[in-house]
């Protein structure tokens, strides 16, 4: 009988050793997590599988967004420095060009300084016997008889000797500035073709009078 005894106590412990290698202490409770089915076990596979998919779909959709990132920054920086690249080619062109642009030549600066300097009037402008001015309509009106005056007696001065002396010179030149000052002060009151006409016309009559007659 006491063989039996220790036999069945030694069952019991053995069972109980096995019971808690398949469940865990949980707040001082006793839990198993084994399933209780075949249909429950299957479905806490599924369950497994399912969790592990879409822990892999986020973690591959993570791993996509940073690599387009880094792509995206790598065409930018790409992008950039082509950029810069024929920017700073284009410069060192351009800086080439301007150093190796021939230097005006002597004929080439006498032509420059023509360019700019006025036109000689014709002798249906200015008598060169008598030293009439012909003026242009506009410049016969009162605004400008005053220097319209001074200069028809220079000219005929002029025509004369065949030449001014240096005050006459400065005098016909501050008679040239007195009339472009007052075509300044009627420019929004007459055509572009006029004020640029009467401009010009004054300022060869400034220039011939720094110049003896022909």
Not at 13 to 20: K, Q
Not at 53 to 63: F, I, V
Not at 151 to 156: H, P, V
Request: proline share 3%; net charge positive; glycine share 8%.
């Amino acid at each position: 009988m006491k063989t039996v005894w220790l036999i069945g106590t030694t069952t019991v412990l053995l069972g109980c050793v096995w019971a808690l290698g398949q469940g865990y202490y949980y707040g001082g409770g006793y839990v198993d997590n084994r399933a209780s089915t075949p249909g429950e076990g299957y479905a806490r596979g599924m369950a497994d599988i399912a969790r592990s998919a879409g822990q892999y779909n986020l973690m591959t959709s993570e791993a996509t967004i940073n690599m387009t990132e880094a792509q995206k920054k790598s065409i930018e920086n790409r992008d950039q420095w082509t950029n810069t690249y024929f920017q700073m080619r284009q410069a060192n062109k351009q800086y080439r060009a301007a150093e190796s642009a021939a230097r005006a030549t002597m004929s080439d600066l006498v032509r420059y300084a023509q360019a700019g300097k006025p036109q000689q009037l014709s002798p249906s402008e200015v008598d060169t016997v008598t030293g009439d001015i012909s003026w242009p309509a506009l410049l016969k009106t009162d605004a400008f008889r005053k220097q319209r005056e001074k200069l028809d007696g220079l000219f005929a001065q002029r025509a004369q000797r065949g030449v001014l002396s240096y005050p006459e010179q400065a005098d016909a030149e501050a008679a040239k500035r007195a009339i472009l000052a007052e075509l300044q002060n009627q420019i929004s009151t007459v055509s572009a073709d006029e004020y640029m006409r009467c401009k010009r016309f004054v300022e060869s009559l400034s220039f011939a009078a720094k110049h003896p007659t022909a």
